[in-house]
């Protein structure tokens, strides 16, 4: 019986390790087969890491990206859209032609490169105020009483602190207003928008030269190579000094002092609320005695603050007159060389009117400083072109920035004391 048994095992265990072979190896082959398929797939997935690298194809992920921003901002509304939420010293218009201005306004009355572009003075131009790209804020003036803040604000859209005046005119709490603009628009050439009073354009080029922080201009030609009839015969007719129009007295510049002590050596005609003499804004005699009588006019800033360069001075050089500057500004940054008398360039007031005898009384000096009409002329242009311009940057959609101190920004701009002693 034991006999029987071990061979009864003995053929059990024959059996269980035919059946099991097919069993295991089953097993086996689908592991390894397990195994094959996963490093296909890290290898397939190693190739496409590899394929989409930047180190292999910038190209094509650039090429992929453009396509795809195409399309997205296909999807955007083509139009911007710009509220004036305060009035322009009462002008409610900002001076432009109408409350409400189209792109065919922008195109045609502003001549924007970029006009696709709607601007209204209307609080309920569109449904909802979170919906406009940008708001403009006259820093110049409060807010209004009953329109102080939006209550609500989307995050796409851009604050604008929007000023032509010195710092010293600003009517709003800056240091509560942090973190609260995102663009500036002003007069300083380190503004997002820059707003000056006037450009100086190339007149072969048509280009913009000034302001800018580094114009390139030509050289003033040698003295008595270049002649001007008009200032040539003009220049027998000016029997006058210097004239100055001001309606500010008394300023942080204390610019009224400068004038006061040129007078001790020159003839200093001050017409307006500040001097003896009077001349009506709206009266062209007034303007024409400037090319008829007088041989200067001083364009005298009433505050020294960075790039602060206002209308006296452009309105001077339509004139025939050469203009006597005084302020912030580094005047090279906004007209061409011998164009212009810096009073700052001087130590003294003795000798600022020493130069000022020097070049009235000799006729060929006194033209040079009108060679620069030869090659360039002066031109406006509204700062609404470049803000609409710049709501229509890509880049602008991607990238999010606020002022956190444009307190410090703007009024350590400006100064108290200048070089010339008087």
Known sequence: MAIADDRSNWLLAGWLAVHRWPLTMRFQTRRTLALVLLCLFLFGALIYKINNSPLVNQNGILREYLVESQVSVGTRPGTRTILLWSSFFGNRRWSLPSDTLGPQQFRDDLNCPVYQCELSNRHDFLPSLELYDAIVYHVAQPFPLLLPLPTRRSPHQAYVFALMEPPGETKHQLNDEQHFYNLTMTYRLDSDIVWPYAHVVDNLTGARVAPSRFPYW????????????????????????????????????????????????????????????????????????????????????????????????????????????????????????????????????????????????????????????????????SPFCELCARLHQSSWTHKTQSYNNIESWWYNGCRLTSHIRF
């Open 218 to 381: 030509r050289e003033p030609p040698a003295l008595g190579s270049w002649n001007d009839s008009t200032v040539a015969r003009l220049w027998h007719t000016k029997t006058k000094m210097a004239a100055w129009f001001v309606s500010h007295c008394k300023t942080l510049s204390e610019r009224e002092k400068l004038a006061a002590a040129l007078q001790q050596h020159i003839q200093v005609d001050i017409y307006g609320q500040c001097g003896p003499l009077n001349c009506a804004r709206d009266d062209p005699h007034c303007n024409e005695m400037l090319d008829t009588d007088y041989l200067f006019y001083l364009a005298f800033e009433n505050s020294l603050c960075t790039d602060y360069v206002t209308e006296k001075l452009y309105d001077a050089l339509q004139r025939h007159i050469v203009p006597v500057v005084f302020g912030g500004a580094n005047y090279s940054r906004f007209l061409p060389p011998h164009s212009y008398i810096d009073a700052n360039r001087f130590d003294s007031i003795e000798q600022l009117a020493q130069h000022l005898r020097f070049v009235a009384a000799d006729q060929q000096e006194y033209i040079s400083y009108f060679w620069w009409r030869q090659h360039y002329r002066l031109e406006t242009s």
